[in-house]
């Protein structure tokens, strides 16, 4: 798969099929997914596979903040990827200060970019995945052990797609979005 192709064809899959994401499988995205950059090469990104049907359908049920839509997501895919950063790191010093005015918010950008990352690697191995923004860390805490010194970012839902995706959502123009010095 070109580059180019891999990033405007991925799509936020919620409908899957039966056929198994393998831990073979995810084994290999989490492979390419470790090579994202991240802030002086720390590291912090954390991903918790989840691949039990029960304890995806209680994570449904009770961590999502009654938002029904991801609830059915999470039910229907293959496998939940709890995404988390060990805290205290990115965006820090050596003596624990804060690098710059973004403060610890550079291990939500450490989390975004490895995310975006995993979801390229899955559609590469032809896995469906969506990032879940919508979710409860306490709750999750209270099924999942998540080590104390890390903190939830996200969840990415996955599994081989039902249907063939569909065209992009809209995308505003390059012009719309950029500006040059020139
Ligand atoms: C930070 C973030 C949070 C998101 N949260 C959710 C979510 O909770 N539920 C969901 O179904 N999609 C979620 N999405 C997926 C977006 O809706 C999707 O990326 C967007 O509509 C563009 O569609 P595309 O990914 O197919 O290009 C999220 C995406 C991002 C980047």
């Not at 064809?9 to 919620?14: C, F, K, V």
């Not at 950008?109 to 469906?128: E, R």
């Not at 052990?145 to 996955?158: C, F, H, Q, R």
Request: charged share 30%.
């Amino acid at each position: 798969m070109k580059l180019e192709n891999g990033i405007k064809e991925r799509r936020s899959i919620r409908k899957y099929s039966e056929r198994e994401v393998t831990e073979d499988t995810i084994r290999e995205i989490l492979d390419l997914s470790r090579f994202s950059p991240s802030w002086k090469n720390t590291q912090v990104v954390r991903y918790h596979i989840i691949k039990n049907r029960d304890m995806k359908e209680k994570i449904a049920k009770n961590c999502v903040l009654s938002f029904d839509f991801n609830a059915k997501t999470i039910v229907r895919s293959n496998a939940l990827v709890i995404i988390s950063v060990v805290k205290d790191t990115s965006g820090y010093e050596k003596d624990g200060s804060f690098s710059t005015s973004q403060q610890d918010r550079w291990e939500m950008f450490d989390a975004g970019i490895a995310t975006q990352t995993f979801c390229l690697a899955a559609h590469l191995k032809g896995v469906g995945s969506v990032i879940l923004g919508v979710f409860d860390e306490e709750k999750i805490r209270q099924y999942i052990d998540i080590p104390e010194n890390e903190k939830v970012t996200n969840l990415i839902a996955i599994g081989y797609p039902l249907d063939q995706p569909k065209s992009a959502p809209p995308r505003k123009s390059v012009e719309e979005i950029s500006s040059f010095v020139l």
